[in-house]
Protein backbone atom coordinates (compact mmCIF):
# COMPACT_ATOMS: atom_id res chain seq x y z
CA UNK A 1 0.00 0.00 0.00
CA UNK A 2 1.58 2.85 -1.34
CA UNK A 3 -0.79 5.39 -0.22
CA UNK A 4 -3.15 5.79 2.64
CA UNK A 5 -5.37 8.70 4.11
CA UNK A 6 -5.64 9.40 7.69
CA UNK A 7 -7.96 7.51 9.73
CA UNK A 8 -8.62 11.14 12.24
CA UNK A 9 -8.98 13.82 9.47
CA UNK A 10 -9.07 12.21 6.57
CA UNK A 11 -5.46 13.65 4.67
CA UNK A 12 -4.44 11.79 1.43
CA UNK A 13 -0.80 13.39 2.56
CA UNK A 14 -0.17 10.69 5.53
CA UNK A 15 3.47 9.29 4.62
CA UNK A 16 4.59 6.27 6.22
CA UNK A 17 7.76 6.58 8.62
CA UNK A 18 9.30 3.11 9.52
CA UNK A 19 6.25 1.06 11.00
CA UNK A 20 4.22 4.10 11.51
CA UNK A 21 2.05 6.23 9.27
CA UNK A 22 1.89 9.69 10.23
CA UNK A 23 -0.21 12.67 9.06
CA UNK A 24 1.01 16.16 8.37
CA UNK A 25 -1.89 17.66 8.86
CA UNK A 26 -3.26 16.31 12.43
CA UNK A 27 -0.10 15.00 13.38
CA UNK A 28 -1.91 11.60 14.05
CA UNK A 29 0.20 8.82 14.08
CA UNK A 30 -0.84 4.84 13.62
CA UNK A 31 -0.04 1.40 12.12
CA UNK A 32 -1.37 -0.10 9.12
CA UNK A 33 -3.35 -2.58 10.33
CA UNK A 34 -5.11 -0.11 13.16
CA UNK A 35 -6.46 1.71 9.59
CA UNK A 36 -7.53 -1.15 7.48
CA UNK A 37 -11.43 -0.24 6.01
CA UNK A 38 -12.71 -3.56 7.77
CA UNK A 39 -11.91 -2.01 11.11
CA UNK A 40 -14.01 1.08 9.73
CA UNK A 41 -16.94 -1.08 8.41
CA UNK A 42 -17.25 -2.50 11.78
CA UNK A 43 -17.66 0.60 13.45
CA UNK A 44 -21.19 1.37 10.89
CA UNK A 45 -22.61 -2.11 10.91
CA UNK A 46 -25.41 -2.71 12.45
CA UNK A 47 -26.27 -5.27 15.29
CA UNK A 48 -28.43 -7.21 16.66
CA UNK A 49 -29.39 -7.84 20.57
CA UNK A 50 -26.75 -10.65 20.80
CA UNK A 51 -24.03 -8.63 18.86
CA UNK A 52 -24.47 -10.59 15.22
CA UNK A 53 -24.25 -8.22 12.09
CA UNK A 54 -27.66 -7.22 10.31
CA UNK A 55 -27.53 -7.12 6.73
CA UNK A 56 -30.11 -5.76 4.13
CA UNK A 57 -32.68 -8.68 3.59
CA UNK A 58 -32.01 -10.89 6.57
CA UNK A 59 -34.98 -11.98 8.62
CA UNK A 60 -34.55 -11.17 11.88
CA UNK A 61 -37.30 -12.20 15.13
CA UNK A 62 -38.17 -9.49 17.92
CA UNK A 63 -37.24 -10.43 21.14
CA UNK A 64 -39.55 -7.73 23.38
CA UNK A 65 -43.43 -7.17 22.34
CA UNK A 66 -43.58 -3.27 20.90
CA UNK A 67 -46.34 -1.36 20.67
CA UNK A 68 -47.14 0.28 17.37
CA UNK A 69 -46.54 4.54 17.47
CA UNK A 70 -50.72 6.27 16.67
CA UNK A 71 -51.81 2.81 17.09
CA UNK A 72 -53.56 0.27 19.90
CA UNK A 73 -52.02 -2.74 18.34
CA UNK A 74 -48.91 -4.59 19.65
CA UNK A 75 -46.26 -6.49 18.21
CA UNK A 76 -45.73 -9.89 19.54
CA UNK A 77 -42.30 -10.81 20.89
CA UNK A 78 -40.99 -13.61 18.58
CA UNK A 79 -42.80 -12.47 15.31
CA UNK A 80 -40.63 -12.61 12.05
CA UNK A 81 -39.66 -9.92 9.74
CA UNK A 82 -38.55 -10.80 6.55
CA UNK A 83 -36.37 -8.96 4.18
CA UNK A 84 -34.82 -6.01 6.29
CA UNK A 85 -33.56 -2.90 4.84
CA UNK A 86 -30.75 -0.78 6.88
CA UNK A 87 -31.29 2.38 7.58
CA UNK A 88 -27.92 5.04 7.11
CA UNK A 89 -29.73 7.64 8.49
CA UNK A 90 -31.84 6.50 11.80
CA UNK A 91 -34.00 8.31 13.40
CA UNK A 92 -33.88 7.74 17.35
CA UNK A 93 -32.05 4.45 16.84
CA UNK A 94 -34.64 2.93 14.32
CA UNK A 95 -32.26 1.39 11.97
CA UNK A 96 -34.58 -0.98 10.42
CA UNK A 97 -36.94 -0.65 8.00
CA UNK A 98 -39.34 -3.56 7.42
CA UNK A 99 -43.25 -4.48 6.97
CA UNK A 100 -44.88 -6.85 9.17
CA UNK A 101 -47.78 -8.67 8.28
CA UNK A 102 -50.76 -6.92 9.71
CA UNK A 103 -49.07 -3.59 10.87
CA UNK A 104 -47.84 -2.65 7.94
CA UNK A 105 -44.29 -0.05 6.78
CA UNK A 106 -42.58 0.40 10.24
CA UNK A 107 -38.70 1.06 11.76
CA UNK A 108 -37.26 -0.71 14.37
CA UNK A 109 -34.61 -0.21 16.88
CA UNK A 110 -31.83 -3.26 16.10
CA UNK A 111 -31.49 -3.53 19.77
CA UNK A 112 -34.97 -5.20 19.95
CA UNK A 113 -34.24 -8.00 17.40
CA UNK A 114 -32.37 -10.99 16.90
CA UNK A 115 -31.40 -12.55 13.37
CA UNK A 116 -32.95 -15.53 12.33
Known amino acids: MDSMKCPKCGSEYAYQDGALWTCPECAH ?3 ETEATPEGAAQDDAVIDANGN ?12 DLKVKGSSSTVK ?6 NIRLVADAVDGHNISCKIDGVGAIYLKSEFVRKA
Open 77 to 82: SGAKVK
Open 53 to 64: PLANGDTVTLIK
Open 29 to 31: EWS
